[in-house]
């Protein structure tokens, strides 16, 4: 998964911890994996693991207690679904619509495929 992209691994693995946060594997101020945890998780040098954990704290998703670990912060969810959600509307959507253009789908076609989706 994290390796798909033109995204620095570091990124991506902010973005895969950010998923489990959005997705209620982890709850505000709940211990996240240590760094040491994370590098050997991720298959990646420890300075890279660190690298994603100063990215998270620095858009305030995570914060550090020292010599303890990293924690989810309050209100982290809002955030990343809030950023999330930015861009899906300035970059997915656009894309989605003109694949939808050069294909001849019509909304009546997304929305039943839509309706079909046991994740709606």
Same mark, same amino acid.
């Given at each position: ?21 959005l ?14 945890? +994370?590098?050997?998780? /991720? ?10 954990? =100063?990215?998270? !704290? ?10 303890i670990?990293?924690f ?20 997915? +959507?656009?894309?989605? /619509? ?10 009546? =076609?997304?929305? !039943? ?8």
């Amino acid at each position: 998964m994290i390796y798909r992209n033109d995204k620095a691994i570091y990124v991506k693995m902010a973005d895969a911890i950010s998923g489990d946060i959005l997705s209620d594997r982890y709850h505000t101020d709940d211990r996240l994996p240590s760094v040491r945890e +994370l590098a050997v998780q /991720f298959e990646v040098n420890i300075n890279t693991a660190l690298r994603t954990m =100063e990215l998270l !704290q620095r858009d305030e998703i995570v914060y550090q207690k020292r010599g303890i670990g990293y924690f989810v912060s309050q209100g982290a969810k809002r955030k990343i679904g809030n950023a999330r959600r930015k861009e899906f509307m300035e970059s997915t +959507l656009p894309e989605f /619509f003109r694949q939808m253009k050069l294909l001849s789908i019509g909304m009546d =076609e997304v929305n !039943q495929a839509w309706a079909q989706t046991e994740d709606h």
